[in-house]
Nanobody
């Protein structure tokens, strides 16, 4: 079993930056692609970004391209970050980190991520 825990959510102002962290633990020997998703009030959960186990491949949803960066710690490979710059009110949501069932998957399909964290709240408001 794999456990996932994210942290770093906060209340920030429009234009601010914020960095989320995610750690996968447990049976992670085979490696896992990791993804970030978010869910705004009254909305469905949506894909934000994902990264392969190697860290060499990434994928973003269009609305965050150029503002968000997903990365993986080079030493602690089970640690993944989401650097969010130029935040907008529409980025307000609970952000979830998830681990894919294989090391090579880094796509947007939620069904490919069997392991999920509890979420961390990001609020962008003036």
């Amino acid at each position: 079993q794999v456990q996932v825990a994210e942290s770093g959510g906060a209340l920030v102002q429009p234009g601010d930056s914020l960095k989320l962290s995610c750690v996968a633990s447990g049976r992670t020997d085979n490696g896992h692609g990791m993804g970030w998703f978010r869910q705004a009030p009254g909305q469905e959960r949506e894909f934000v970004a994902a990264i392969s186990w190697s860290g060499r491949s990434t994928h973003y949803t269009d609305s965050v391209k150029g503002r968000f960066t997903i990365s993986r710690d080079n030493v602690q490979k089970n640690t993944v970050y989401l650097q969010m710059n130029n935040l907008r009110p529409e980025d307000t949501a609970i952000y979830y980190c998830a681990a894919a069932h294989v090391d090579t998957y880094y796509g947007p399909a939620m069904k490919e991520y069997p392991y999920w964290g509890q979420g961390t709240q990001v609020t962008v408001s003036s």
